[in-house]
């Protein structure tokens, strides 16, 4: 019970610190030189973004944004690279009374070479790495990239996709 409380808690203080900030126009972010010779060459957030698919909190879903063919990124600089896609998911079953969390290499390897993750950041093998939510925060394992380059590791329910029998529970 107390479990579950504090989960929908976690779920509500995420949800607040999560949703998105609105496109703010490139003048008015307070990070771009609006005098820089280039500044009328950059394209405004709102007409880049704006028509793409968003999750929950607001953010843009790249991988819907990617599956829906809105965007076809080049494999490397010159465009010619070949990607290796693998169709692998995996089950990551150490969540205690969070739902599983399904790993696909199919969404990763869209957008991700083997050696990004293999072996520096996880050994090739079937629980064979040590993951905890406390290293994902702290920029460890999934980490590396969730809250840097992907998706925020506290959007919890992005990641626990796979209810159990325990979900809930205590
Ligand atoms: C975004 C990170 C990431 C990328 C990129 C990635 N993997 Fe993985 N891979 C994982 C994770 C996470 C696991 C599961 C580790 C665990 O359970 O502790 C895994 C597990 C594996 C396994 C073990 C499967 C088994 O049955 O034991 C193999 C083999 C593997 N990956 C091959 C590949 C290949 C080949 C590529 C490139 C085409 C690739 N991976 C790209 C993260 C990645
Ligand atoms: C090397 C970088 C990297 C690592 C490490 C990584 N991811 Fe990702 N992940 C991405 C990118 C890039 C995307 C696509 C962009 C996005 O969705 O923000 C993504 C997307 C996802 C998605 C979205 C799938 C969908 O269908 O919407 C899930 C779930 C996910 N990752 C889970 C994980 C888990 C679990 C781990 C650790 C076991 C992990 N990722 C490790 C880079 C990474
Ligand atoms: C980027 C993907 C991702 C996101 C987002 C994510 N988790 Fe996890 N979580 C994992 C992975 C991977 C594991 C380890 C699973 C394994 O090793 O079998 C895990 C494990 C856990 C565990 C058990 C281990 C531990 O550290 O206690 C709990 C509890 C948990 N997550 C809760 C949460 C909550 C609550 C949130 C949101 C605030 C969240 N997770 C967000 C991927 C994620």
Known sequence: MMQKILMSLCLVIAGAALAAPPLLPLAKDGIHDTQGPAFTLLQEPAEALGNLP??????????????????????????????????????????????????????????????????RIFLPQIGGNFVTMAKIVGGEYCGVCHGKVAFSALNCERCHTVPTAKTGLR
């Open 54 to 119: 968003v999750d929950r909190y607001g953010f843009t879903d790249w991988v819907k944004t990617l599956q829906d063919g809105h965007i076809t990124p080049r494999t490397g600089i010159s465009g010619s690279e070949k990607m290796k896609a693998v169709d692998l998911d995996i089950t990551m079953k150490n969540t205690a009374s969070m739902p599983h969390v399904l790993f696909s290499h199919q969404v990763h390897t869209q957008w991700l070479t083997c050696s990004n993750c293999h072996s």
